[in-house]
């Protein structure tokens, strides 16, 4: 699949600004089909609370666990599921292997970072090197190639800002076509002459 928007990482990056400690789980390599492809994002927090999905839910609940694992231990760990895995209870569709790198020690100035670029609406790229343990964000060149991809122990992970869609329009549908949107991960601009539509918006807080 192409890269796109990556509403796991943004719920990382939430966290630790809000003082909440969190995981951020990436597919590295594989061996064999799976459901996500590498560079996608799933996110845990000390909490439990997750954003995003891996597998499918064959994978998430053993995932989850091991992340909290990882935050008691504090340090990175990278894992191997299915074919190959020590983890032999564990099974993948097809017959296949996944490796997730564990990271919960993203720096403060890079999630910063992260959170300004969303703001401001610009494509980064989430560099992590799973063998040395380090993390660090880039800037998107127009030679970058569209898919995440691993170079030798990195994993470039190329994210898109969230779509945003222009709503134009007037009566009742506008703020159910709004709440769809925005619950699917949209941003909205809306431009409506209706002020009870333009009151329903602002109420719900879709603008």
């Not at 951020?24 to 000390?46: F, K, Q, W, Y």
């Amino acid at each position: 699949l192409p890269v796109a928007y990556d509403d796991a990482f943004c719920a990382y990056v939430a966290w630790p600004l809000a003082g909440q400690r969190a995981d951020l789980v990436t597919p590295v390599g594989s061996d064999g089909a799976t459901p996500r492809p590498l560079g996608a994002h799933l996110a845990i927090s000390e909490t439990g609370e997750t954003s995003g999905y891996l597998s499918g839910g064959c994978l998430e609940q053993t995932v989850a666990a091991e992340a909290q694992s990882v935050l008691r231990d504090g340090a990175n760990r990278l894992v191997r599921y299915g074919k190959g895995s020590v983890y032999f209870d564990v099974s993948l569709p097809c017959d296949s292997g996944l490796d997730l790198y564990f990271d919960q020690d993203l720096p403060m100035h890079l999630v910063r970072d992260a959170a300004r670029a969303r703001s401001a609406r610009e494509p980064v790229i989430l560099e992590t090197d799973f063998e040395r343990h380090t993390s660090n964000l880039a800037a998107v060149t127009p030679s970058e190639p569209t898919r995440s991809h691993v170079r030798g122990s990195v994993m470039r992970t190329v994210m898109l800002p969230a779509p945003r869609v222009l709503i134009v329009g007037g009566g009742p549908a506008i703020g159910a076509i709004a709440q769809v949107l925005a619950a699917t991960g949209f941003e909205l601009d809306i431009v409506t002459p209706d002020d009870s539509v333009r009151a329903d918006v602002v109420r719900a807080g879709l603008e």
